[in-house]
């Protein structure tokens, strides 16, 4: 029981390339997330999904887009990236026990763009 | 906008002290969760507090929700450097959503 992975572990981009994270989760959990975690901040919610082939805007959503074709399975992708998208980004799963959402999380993107 | 704030934002103390961070908020969350984070890794939770008023003790971590269910507080007895990480606390915001305080960062020096 892996839990949820995370592939990449580190990456660097240049400006205007684009790239796909992935997640996926072992626990037949219904919902899936993505944060970023920048110095300061917190984890900010970019997309979550609450099954599979839906998918929602979180706080900050712009320059990214999501895909969750199978259950197990969360895409991140950064279409043009941007130095601002530099940041820590991080995957979670959860279900709803007692209305609560206890978030499980991957060990996390480390993403560079120069 | 929901907001929840995080005090104090660091923390250097040495072992066997004790500590208390706070997550504070103007919105009533229906239930908070408080995670630890280590360098390089996700966070993990540590536990969730869901009636006002309630008190939970996870060995020598004891965690408050007010009574309001606005605020919530994380009490460590005689720290140790193992403590040592990134405390983030949690409220449900609207369903299947969480938001996220910027968390305290302690460090438990031998």
């Known amino acids: 029981n892996a839990g949820v992975t995370q592939t990449p572990k580190f990456r660097v981009l240049k400006t205007g390339q684009s790239m796909t994270l992935l997640c996926a989760q072992d626990?037949?959990?219904?919902?899936m997330y993505w944060y970023r975690q920048d110095p300061g901040m917190g984890l900010r919610l970019i997309h979550y999904s609450v099954g599979e082939g839906t998918t929602a805007k979180g706080e900050v959503p712009d320059g990214y887009n999501v895909s969750r074709l199978k259950k197990q399975n969360f895409l991140l992708g950064l279409e043009s990236a941007a130095p601002s998208q530099t940041s820590v980004y991080f995957c979670a799963s959860s279900y709803s026990r007692d209305s609560s959402y206890e978030q499980y999380f991957g060990p996390g993107t480390r993403l560079t763009v120069t | 906008t929901q907001l929840l704030e995080q005090s104090p934002q660091f923390l250097s103390i040495q072992e066997g002290e004790n500590l208390t961070v706070y997550c504070n908020s103007s919105?009533?969350?229906?239930?908070l969760q408080w995670y630890r984070q280590e360098p390089g890794e996700g966070p993990v939770l540590l536990v969730t507090v869901v009636t006002g008023g309630e008190v939970k003790k996870l060995k020598r971590l004891t965690f408050q929700f007010g009574d309001a269910r606005k605020d919530s507080s994380l009490h460590i007895t005689a720290a140790q450097p193992g403590d040592t990480g990134l405390y983030l606390c949690a409220g449900v915001w609207s369903s299947y959503k969480l938001i996220f305080g910027s968390g305290t960062r302690l460090l438990v020096r031998p």
């Open positions: 626990m037949n959990h219904e919902y």
């Open positions: 919105s009533v969350f229906s239930s």
